[in-house]
């Protein structure tokens, strides 16, 4: 019931909004925040909420619309809840409705990508997440960011899709994520086209490099709030299906294709970094500093290692929470000083106390600074990665952290310190809407830095379902020589 | 079933019948009634459309109540079961909701006329379901096209007249090679019935008929390269017509073919014989959707999305398999939802519901209209295959039979053929949705509010079929 409360509740309180009057925002916006605040609190009240599963097909394969809880979705919800909060009290403008109502569409769609325990279900989550961000985006006046997240996208839905009906024509069933232990014929031939359709679907989402494209542009684009919401919880999308899927059924073929997950990773790790670096354009300095982010959570997912993949679950919700502030923040200085060139802003922070010390925080825990959430999963990534004997690996990710640094504080001063610009216009410090909008995240990160133990519990079960012979990994430390394969099916 | 073979027909091969039969004599009966109005008045179209109405009704009961029977009449030219009643079904449905996009198309004196016509077409869209000889699909085929020739011209445009002379001198040549291909078999068999075709021997003259054969049907079901007349005919004809012509016209066809693919070819030589015709489907599904790309023309756009669709269509037929065509028939019906819903919101963007709609026309309706953008958003999604919609469902179920039944390579082509699709439809959705100028664009009301009747059932099926995909189980087609 909860599960699908939490699926079905924000889609249709998000279709109904648009039967409010387009010049009522406020009306818009506190609802979807209670909607969000709800599914919130529904996630908290209820952990071990039971499965909902109808049955949906038997021909040509079994399929259910099957929802449940697992060791990674249960934080990603969580997550997505807290983003979607922040994001619908950050709207502003005379979109706000639309943007309210298609946040929540947003919410609900992802929600099911997550909870989604059959494979069929979760293509078609998957295909549907995709349509409030494009007429989001479509709304804006640069069309062709549209076009680009569209046809990336949907070529990668598209191709999950056909790996997905071949999974289950040969499998008979795709009702099967999350549990590992069904014991799958897919035969060699089928086993590369189907890890082939789930990877490519899974790299554009993600996205790495050379699949990355679509996302500056897109992530520019975006107003603040629904970018907040896709680059904290769709990234994560694509990482979340290899953990689920493709490392659990397709083992074989994800141990085969580990060189070049690794190559693409640490290009994407040392590229994104590069590229935030150059950039000048606030937004797009923090869409490639996520190419990096992400890239460093994709080696941890190939490299077959418990205590990374523990890590990388652990990263990719600090990625959320502190990727989302930064967003938000940005959004709030752009709509101030319009423009988001950092050339042209600075000195902010005199007059901005509140905005400079969200930014700030967001910034430290997007550099890994220790006591702040991204350091909890760079280091347990480090770690796994290292101990898994990629040392070289590690060593590049190392570099590019340190390059994050460079670029977050390279961010941080040129628009918060230094002398004030006189032409810049005035205007009032973080409102209290806006300060409500990130201080769960904010509270979300520092908590999750200082005490990452509850997700790292949880995400220690998550390694176990991704990497199979889970007894042979769960002394991952012991073993390391064993652990570089990842694992058979 | 039992029928008398080669004796007169008995009672029972009219009750098979009669269906179709009463589809062809209620517009005898509207036509009468018609008489007694003089002059103009809503009341007039009304009473003829709401005859038609009542005649497809009746039809459509008789033939839920068929269902669960088989016959074969008039010694096996025309066999009613599972297969031809839900064919039968999906055209009575696309012919009422045409009937509800053509209320107010026309003049007054004229509705009794186009549908009458509309009726007779259906009808022979209704035998083509249950043709089981050679002789009997022809004589379905040329009943839906005739009436179709009158019904293109049925326009004041210039381009309508264009439209009717085209689908004539095209549609005869198709039936040309229908015929040629028929004589040829019938030269190597001896017999005209499918039955008698299933279990002949392959001799040359039996391929080389086969073959004319099917290029005929690949004509009539417009897949590349046959295809280039189906983009004018559908521009010109009034759009109720165009609207009925996407699917009845399909159906029929399909009908045909499918019926022809697993019925009449011999087993072992079938594969052989219907291979070219996956080429042609993966070919449509590509070529429709490329050359759909550039068009601004509602019903040109519609034209060659609806190319492409019959070959993810056609895809399913790959391999023969009983899955396969019931995936065919639930995607076709998904078809008829979608398409038919796009076109109803097109009528409703015309005042006169027959109008040409051109993409500028759908700059910010979803400003101006929410409620038409939102239906028009929803079945270009589906036609789009996304989910939550039949389209979606149809085509998984498709991808899924094509790769169980070793044509994973025409999958892959329907997949990439999807991907070009993407860029046609969310073209128009882009169209209703970004910031313009509203100043400029010209917002026309159509009179007429049956067509939203015709939306809302559509994309009420859109939805459900999507959830429940219902794929009726004995639709083997019967040949006794």
């Not at chain 1, 007894?471 to 064993?482: K, M």
């Not at chain 2, 070219?276 to 550039?294: C, E, F, I, K, T």
Request: glycine share 10%; with cysteine; proline share 5%.
């Amino acid at each position: 019931m909860t599960v699908t409360a939490l699926v079905l509740g924000p889609i249709l309180i998000g279709l109904a909004l648009y039967a409010v009057p387009r010049e009522r925002v406020a009306i818009a916006r506190i609802v979807a925040a209670a909607v969000t605040a709800l599914t919130f609190a529904l996630a908290v009240a209820d952990p071990h909420a039971a499965d909902a599963s109808l049955h949906w097909l038997s021909r040509p394969f079994d399929a259910s619309f099957h929802l449940g809880f697992g060791p990674v979705s249960y934080w990603i919800v969580l997550l997505l809840s807290l983003t979607t909060f922040g994001g619908v009290l950050a709207a502003s403008g005379p979109r706000s409705r639309d943007i309210a109502a298609q946040l929540l569409i947003l919410q609900g769609a992802m929600n099911g990508v997550f909870l989604a325990k059959d494979l069929l279900l979760f293509a078609l989550f998957w295909d549907l997440m995709l349509i409030p961000v494009f007429l989001v985006l479509v709304g804006t006046p640069h069309a062709r960011a549209g076009w680009k997240y569209l046809i990336y996208n949907l070529s990668g839905g598209l191709a999950l899709l056909l790996a997905t009906a071949a999974f289950g024509v040969v499998t008979g069933s795709t009702d099967v994520i999350g549990r590992p232990n069904v014991h799958l014929m897919i035969g060699e031939v089928w086993g590369t086209w189907i890890f082939a359709g789930f990877a490519f679907a899974f790299l554009v989402k993600t996205p790495v490099f050379p699949f990355h494209t679509w996302m500056p542009e897109t992530y520019a684009e975006l107003p603040p709030p629904v970018v907040a919401v896709v680059s904290a919880v769709q990234s994560k999308a694509g990482l979340y299906g290899f953990l689920a899927i493709v490392l659990p059924f397709l083992g074989v073929e994800a141990a085969r294709a580990q060189t070049l997950m690794f190559v693409l990773g640490t290009i994407a790790l040392i590229y994104g970094a590069l590229a935030a670096l150059a950039e000048r354009d606030a937004k797009r300095v923090v869409a490639y500093s996520s190419l990096s982010h992400l890239g460093l959570i994709l080696l941890a997912v190939f490299s077959g290692s418990v205590l990374a993949i523990q890590g990388a679950v652990v990263y990719m919700v600090a990625h959320g929470l502190f990727s989302a502030v930064l967003f938000l923040v940005l959004g709030g200085v752009e709509q101030r000083e319009e423009t988001r060139d950092v050339a042209r802003l600075g000195g902010l922070g005199a007059r901005n106390p509140k905005l400079a010390g969200a930014l700030m925080l967001a910034a430290l825990a997007a550099l890994g600074l220790p006591g702040l959430a991204g350091f909890s999963g760079e280091i347990l990534i480090l770690t796994g990665v290292f101990h898994a004997g990629f040392v070289w690996p590690a060593i590049v990710a190392l570099i590019a952290i340190v390059l994050a640094s460079a670029y977050m504080l390279r961010l941080f001063q040129t628009i918060m310190n230094g002398p004030e610009l006189p032409d810049l216009p005035e205007r009032r410090d973080l409102t209290w809407t806006e300060a409500l909008a990130v201080a769960p995240l904010v509270a979300g990160f520092v908590l999750l830095g200082v005490n990452p133990g509850p997700v790292v519990a949880v995400a220690e079960r998550a390694a176990h379902v991704a990497v199979p012979g889970a007894v042979t990994f769960s002394h991952a430390l012991n073993a390391a020589e064993d652990s570089r394969v990842v694992g058979s099916r | 079933m039992s029928s008398a073979l080669g004796s007169y027909p008995v009672a029972a091969d009219y009750v098979a019948l009669l269906p179709a039969f009463l589809v062809a004599v209620v517009p005898l009966l509207l036509l009468f009634v018609d008489l007694f109005f003089r002059g103009q008045g809503a009341m007039r179209r009304g009473v003829a459309v709401g005859i038609g109405i009542a005649g497809l009704v009746a039809a459509g009961v008789i033939l839920a109540e068929q269902y669960p029977h088989d016959y074969a009449a008039f010694g096996g030219a025309f066999v009613q079961g599972g297969f031809s009643i839900v064919f039968s079904e999906i055209v009575i449905v696309a012919t009422v909701a045409t009937l509800l996009l053509s209320v107010g198309v026309g003049r007054d004196d004229q509705v009794a006329g186009t549908t009458s016509l509309l009726l007779w077409s259906a009808s022979g869209a209704l035998l083509m379901a249950g043709a089981a000889n050679l002789m009997s699909v022809f004589l379905g085929l040329e009943l839906l096209s005739l009436a179709l020739y009158c019904l293109c011209a049925m326009s004041p445009r210039r381009t309508a007249r264009e439209s009717a002379l085209k689908y004539l001198i095209l549609s005869s040549m198709a039936s040309g090679f229908l015929l040629y291909g028929s004589a040829l078999m019938f030269g190597a068999t001896g017999s005209v019935a499918f039955a008698a075709l299933a279990t002949a021997t392959v001799t040359p003259l039996l391929a080389l008929g086969a073959g004319l054969f099917l290029v005929g049907i690949a004509f009539k079901l417009s897949l590349v390269p046959f295809h280039a007349w189906t983009p004018d005919v559908y521009e010109g004809a009034p759009l109720p017509v165009t609207a009925f012509m996407s699917i009845v016209t399909k159906a029929g066809t399909l009908a045909v073919l499918a019926r022809f693919a697993y019925a009449a070819l011999p087993s072992d030589h079938a594969s052989a014989i219907l291979a070219p015709l996956w080429v042609l489907a993966a070919l449509s599904m590509l070529v429709g959707n490329l050359a759909a790309l550039a068009q601004t023309d509602m019903k040109r756009l519609l034209a060659y999305s609806g190319i492409a669709q019959v070959g993810y269509i056609v895809t399913a037929f790959a391999g023969q398999t009983a899955l396969g065509l019931r995936y065919a028939i639930l995607y076709l019906a998904g078809y008829l939802f979608m398409n038919m819903g796009a076109f109803a919101v097109i009528a409703l963007m015309a005042r006169d519901g027959d109008a040409i709609v051109g993409l500028p026309r759908f700059a910010g309706l979803a400003y101006r209209r929410p409620w038409l953008a939102a239906a028009m958003t929803f079945f270009l999604i589906g036609l789009a295959g996304l989910p939550p919609t039949i389209g979606f469902t149809g085509k998984i179920l498709i991808l899924s039979t094509s790769v169980s039944a070793g044509y994973a390579w025409l999958a892959g082509i329907l997949i990439a053929g999807t991907a070009i699709s993407a860029y046609v439809y969310f073209k128009i959705v882009r169209t209703m949705f970004a910031q313009t100028d509203l100043a400029h664009v010209r917002d026309e009301r159509s009179r007429n509010a049956l067509p939203w009747v015709a939306v809302a059932v559509c994309a009420v099926a859109t939805f459900a079929l999507g959830l429940v995909p219902l794929t009726p189980s004995n639709v083997l087609p019967l040949v006794k």
